[in-house]
């Protein structure tokens, strides 16, 4: 059986008095679509977090690549969020004051590419993501659709290793949800990139490998979508 | 009105997060009416609490002559270590008189009534030297009522009868005498005036700085109200989207901005009161002020406690017109206009009108009405152009860092600005136009300094600073008193000077020597002194200066009469004008000498011009106009030769050269230290704008900070955006407000300036010291801000709404 690129241990984290996360367990597979599902307030999104290194849980361990990530420094997470992860959020992750090529672009300049080799791939990916015609425009100038088609652009032109996409697809009307999905999905396929997806849509999960559902902060099912 | 309740609600309630928001801005509201208050309160102070010392004057009657009962007096100024101490002495004659305010009794003969910092420099170690000036025992205190403030040396004393020969007064408390320019002298019914005057450049100055200050304040009201705009925005769309009408919405708006202001108004007097002694203690004038000085004038009190909520509610009718007029707009929070190019045109304007005025020069300067449109319409065009052009620079600026920045923090600062031009500019143009008016300020002090006559305060740059000058003995002769001066311990060259006139060989002989018409035969002016013992005060001795010999006096102000001729030349007094009898005897080919400027220019009541130097040795014996006391520097050497030099009646006190120069600079000093501290006042506060918008930005942007930090972008990145949406717009304005105020000033000195009097250069050091340390404050208000960063990008605000 492949090793598992990341992996969430027993990961309990709280909220005040609210656990959002107790005893969580889950493995990610390089390459393979997990859909983390559940109700409102499980705890999905807060185990996607964790599993990106965005917040640190109380107790448990996370581990990219064998090597534990919950303890790194937050530079150190930062480093690696940055070289080896992509993000897709339901609203607000495009900066409203840079334009869809620059904000595809951003990634690799803060990895330390030149602005002009930089926006170069940024088109390549918008060109891919059919979005080139709105490269020069900022996102409030935007429809929903092509916001989150930029944001995948913008998840995948680093060439991460995983992808994490919380409720991608939520502000979205169906039609407009499944093309970002199919781009998404195919797009990291291509990459070889593994994608961890967080939705309550069956719909949406039916584009994972394989699901996982969680009630009040741990998993209660495992299954492999065929 | 159905809208109020809800409109209170609104304002009122909500969660923490809206109620630290209301805190903020009434905060800020608060502490914006306090600074007005306080710079209403402090620009008349300096000239009301004079009104209080009105009663040290006396009642004349100019008809009544015969008069037998009533009360003389005389105040005597002197300096004690550097500071001013005035002396009163009176003697009633007949039955009591009310006494004047701040005294509960008149003293009897021999008793003497003091000031409390009087009475507590009388206490201190120096007290010795002190008593022996105040011609008695003390007795008592004098109140505040009576005095122009409470750091002033005052003193009344009782006079035995006799002492005094002034005539007799009905009592205290007529009208102040007409207010002096500038002097320091004897306002001509016994009582030494108080103060100088206010020159017209030094008004013009106050109301620029008046200007400069309250320009700031208003930023911060404006700035305070607008806090959370985005947050505000969103709410007042959601309202107009459910069906609030436009006229609702810009209610609740004004609601919001009446509440900040009244309570920020009420909060502000209160602080006021709380800060006026601090405030009073750190104004720098004469004497102190008390707490109670700083009063703003009724109508002023009035207008800042009533403009400021209406300004806030002003603000806040404004604040939602993008939500009354495009409420989808903000829902999907499109962008906003970029800035158009056009605001440049004020500034423009400006300038060309102020170059118009320099062409225009003779126009100007008679008065002509066009000549005055031109040159105020030019500087009021420039304060308005920087302004309007601020939020212009930021834009053009943004999007030239974010084409030609490197790195991403500079493309998302640029972008932002480029995007919101108008945020970014708000809190740094009350920096830039307070820069302008210092600016204009500094240039303009070299001008009063030169047109106050007091600014002859050159004469610590001629004379050691320790030398003790006593200048216009009038009637009196020191020379009775020059021994006891040079046994003082510590005290160096005495040196009496005299001033003479010599009538010329064969000029016709009017009884005064004023009636002469025929320049030809005016009389010669001679110095008479002995510049052996001049030359040790001086900080340069004089070259070549020998014993007994007669020098004709060389140097850019002496009048250079070039017809010396030798011969027997009748002595004149150079007061009386009449002639002595007495002859001094010229020689041929008189030897030059170099004598200093400082000591022709002088200052009140003491000078040496002449056109020759004669040695004492050649004239006969006479009571010296001047004493110069050369001293060790020691504080007790020179209050020893003051207490010497004590029974000297004169009407300018003697004072060192340091001292003079004080005196002579104590007008344009003040206002430089009140534009100083001005400055730092409006620092503090653009800083406080510019730290609150920050922070309140950082807050209002979390969720794009949280998705940055998500997606490993360092915070160090952010911090530098953050830091890079102020420097940029704060140096671009302060450099276009440094350029405008250095090219607004060198026209207006050309304006007054020719060929006689060239205009003073331009104080490029004070320039890059004043927008250097504006920049530099406004900076670290930023940096203060930077903590606030982590906070704000935290990815909890990425968790679901």
């Given amino acids: 059986m492949t090793e598992p690129l990341l992996s969430a241990h027993d990961l309990h984290l709280s909220f005040g008095d609210t656990a959002a996360l107790a005893g969580a367990s889950v493995e990610v597979r390089p390459g393979e679509v997990l859909a983390l599902l559940g109700p409102s307030g499980s705890g999905k999104s807060t185990l996607l977090h964790c599993l990106a290194g965005i917040l640190r849980p109380d107790s448990g361990e996370v581990r990219y690549r064998g090597v534990r990530l919950d303890d790194q420094s937050d530079d150190g997470r930062s480093k690696l969020r940055r070289s080896d992860f992509g993000f897709v959020f339901q609203f607000g992750s495009l900066v409203p004051e840079l334009t869809a090529l620059e904000n595809v672009a951003l990634p690799l300049r803060l990895a330390g590419t030149r602005r002009r080799p930089a926006e170069q791939q940024a088109h390549d990916w918008l060109e891919r993501l059919d979005v080139g015609a709105v490269a020069g425009k900022l996102p409030g100038a935007m429809s929903g659709g092509q916001g989150q088609r930029v944001a995948v652009a913008r998840a995948l032109v680093g060439g991460p290793r995983v992808v994490f996409a919380d409720e991608p697809t939520g502000a979205l009307d169906s039609m407009n949800g499944e093309l970002v999905m199919e781009e998404l999905v195919g797009a990291a396929r291509e990459q070889g990139a593994a994608v961890v997806l967080v939705t309550h849509e069956a719909r949406i999960a039916a584009y994972a490998d394989r699901e996982v559902v969680l009630r009040d902060g741990r998993l209660t099912a495992d299954s492999v979508l065929a | ?801």
């Fill in chain 2, 1 to 801: 009105m159905t809208g109020l309740p809800m409109a209170l609600r609104l304002t009122l309630g909500g969660d923490r997060s809206a109620r630290v928001r209301l805190l903020l801005m009434t905060g800020g509201a608060a502490v914006a009416v306090a600074l007005l208050l306080g710079v209403a309160g402090a620009a008349p102070a300096g000239l009301e609490r004079l009104d209080r010392v009105d009663g040290r004057y006396l009642t004349y009657d100019q008809q009544d002559t015969s008069r037998t009962q009533g009360v003389r007096a005389r105040t005597s100024v002197g300096y004690w270590r550097g500071t001013e101490l005035r002396v009163l002495d009176v003697e009633v004659v007949g039955p009591p008189l009310a006494p004047p305010p701040g005294l509960s009794v008149l003293p009897g003969p021999g008793e003497v009534l003091v000031s409390p910092a009087l009475a507590e420099s009388l206490a201190g170690e120096h007290g010795g030297e002190l008593a022996p000036r105040l011609h008695g025992t003390v007795v008592g205190r004098i109140g505040p009522a009576g005095l122009v403030g409470p750091d002033e040396l005052f003193a009344v004393a009782g006079a035995p009868p006799g002492v005094l020969t002034d005539p007799l007064a009905a009592g205290f408390g007529a009208p102040r005498p007409v207010q002096p320019e500038f002097s320091t002298g004897d306002a001509g019914n016994g009582v030494v005036t108080v103060t100088s005057g206010v020159s017209d450049e030094l008004k013009a100055g106050t109301a620029v700085a008046a200007v400069a200050l309250i320009v700031p304040l208003l930023v911060l009201v404006s700035t305070a109200t607008r806090l959370s705009a985005a947050t505000r925005d969103r709410r007042s769309a959601a309202l107009r989207l459910v069906g609030a009408t436009g006229r609702q919405v810009r209610g609740l708006g004004a609601v919001e901005g009446l509440v900040v202001g009244g309570i920020g108004a009420a909060a502000g007097a209160v602080l006021f009161l709380l800060l006026r002694a601090p405030l009073a203690s750190i104004i720098p004038v004469p004497s102190g002020l008390f707490a109670g000085d700083v009063r703003p004038p009724a109508v002023a009190g009035l207008l800042i406690l009533v403009g400021v909520p209406l300004l806030t509610t002003g603000t806040g009718v404004l604040a939602v017109r993008r939500a009354v007029t495009s409420p989808l707009g903000v829902r999907r929070q499109a962008t906003a206009t970029p800035a158009s190019p056009l605001r440049l045109l004020p500034l423009g304007l400006g300038l060309l009108l102020l170059v118009a005025a320099l062409a225009n020069r003779d126009a100007v300067l008679s008065g002509r009405w066009y000549g005055t449109v031109l040159l105020l319409g030019g500087a009021a065009l420039c304060l308005i152009g920087i302004a309007v052009a601020g939020p212009a620079l930021a834009g053009v600026g943004g999007t030239l860092l974010a084409r030609f920045g490197r790195g991403p923090a500079s493309q998302l600062a640029g972008r932002r600005l480029a995007l919101d031009p108008g945020a970014a500019a708000r809190t740094v143009t009350g920096t830039a136009l307070v820069v302008v008016c210092v600016a204009w300020l500094l240039a303009f002090l070299p001008l009063l300094a030169t047109s106050s006559p007091n600014g002859r305060g050159d004469l610590v740059a001629v004379l050691q600073p320790a030398t003790v000058v006593l200048g216009s003995t009038g009637d009196s002769d020191a020379t009775p008193v020059l021994p006891a001066v040079d046994a003082v311990n510590g005290s160096g060259a005495v040196v009496p000077a005299r001033e003479l006139q010599l009538l010329r060989p064969g000029a016709p002989a009017p009884a005064d020597v004023k009636e002469l018409t025929d320049s030809s035969q005016f009389p010669l002016t001679a110095v008479v002194v002995d510049c052996a013992a001049l030359s040790p005060v001086l900080r340069q001795p004089l070259t070549d200066c020998r014993p007994d010999t007669v020098y004709r006096l060389v140097g850019p102000n002496v009048f250079d009469d070039a017809e010396i001729t030798d011969g027997s030349y009748d002595l004149v007094d150079g007061s009386t004008g009449q002639r002595t009898g007495q002859q001094v005897a010229l020689p041929a080919d008189i030897p030059t000498l170099t004598w200093p400027d400082a000591l022709v220019q002088g200052i009140d009541g003491f000078r040496l011009a002449g056109s020759v130097l004669l040695p004492p040795s050649m004239v006969p014996a006479g009571a010296p106009d001047a004493v110069l006391v050369g001293t060790d520097g020691r504080d007790g050497t020179i209050e020893a030769v003051r207490a010497a030099l004590g029974p000297i009646q004169t009407v300018f006190p003697p004072l060192t050269a340091e001292e003079a120069l004080l005196v002579a600079r104590s007008a344009t000093d003040g206002y430089a230290r009140a534009a100083l501290l001005g400055l730092i006042l409006v620092v503090l506060v653009g800083g406080l704008s510019l730290a609150v918008t920050t922070a309140d930005g950082l807050r209002e942007r979390r969720r794009a900070h949280a998705a940055l930090t998500a997606m490993g972008t360092p915070l160090r990145v952010l911090r530098r955006s953050v830091l890079l949406q102020n420097a940029l717009p704060l140096l671009l304005s302060t450099s276009l407000a440094l350029v405008v105020a250095a090219a607004a000033s060198w026209l207006y000195l050309r304006l007054g300036a020719s060929p006689e009097v060239p205009a003073p250069p331009l104080p490029w050091a004070g320039y890059a010291a004043v927008g250097g340390s504006a920049v530099l404050a406004s900076l670290l208000a930023t940096a203060a801000s930077l903590p606030f960063v982590r906070a704000a990008a935290r990815p909890d605000a990425l968790r679901a709404e």
